[in-house]
């Protein structure tokens, strides 16, 4: 049998987005991320101490902007989890997230918006799009990438 390195797929990037409860701004960079690559990366999230459900006041918004949050349930963030990408985002785990070696750490000092009301959720989301689509213009350049959902037309 001979290798055709032509014949092999590329690699797809994995991007892990790490916080406490895996309510809010994790899930909101996700959803976002798998919005805008257009599975030219992969997203995941999770969280260090993760709830019960993501934020109502999350889904909701981003329910307003035309993202589907039906599927999104908070996880643990795993040791294995960000072994397995190639960048750990976090947002407000600090010290609690795990740290491997050869992985790729950013930290985004973004707000929670747990508990938080409507204009400052959207603010919120507004500044994980505007780094989610630097993310996603960086690691998958290939990708057009569609009108920011947070753009009112």
């Not at 930290?107 to 780094?131: K, N, Y």
Request: net charge negative; aromatic share 4%.
């Amino acid at each position: 049998m001979t290798d055709h390195p032509s014949a092999e797929a590329p690699r797809v990037p994995q991007v892990v987005f790490a916080c406490v409860r895996n309510g809010g701004r994790s899930v909101i960079a996700r959803v976002l991320t798998e919005h805008y690559a257009q599975g030219a990366l992969i997203a995941l999230s999770a969280g260090t101490r993760p709830g019960e459900h993501i934020h109502p006041e999350v889904a909701t918004a981003l329910e307003k902007l035309g993202l589907d949050t039906s599927r999104e349930q908070p996880e643990h963030l795993t040791t294995e989890m960000v072994a397995a990408s190639d960048l750990a985002i976090t947002l407000g785990c600090g010290e609690e997230c795990p740290y491997v070696p050869g992985v790729a750490y950013r930290d985004w000092a973004v707000d929670d918006p747990g508990g938080q009301d409507e204009i400052t959720v959207r603010r919120i989301i507004t500044d994980l799009d505007a780094r989610v689509r630097d993310l996603v213009a960086e690691l998958a350049p290939e990708v057009g990438l569609p009108a920011s959902v947070v753009v009112d037309a």
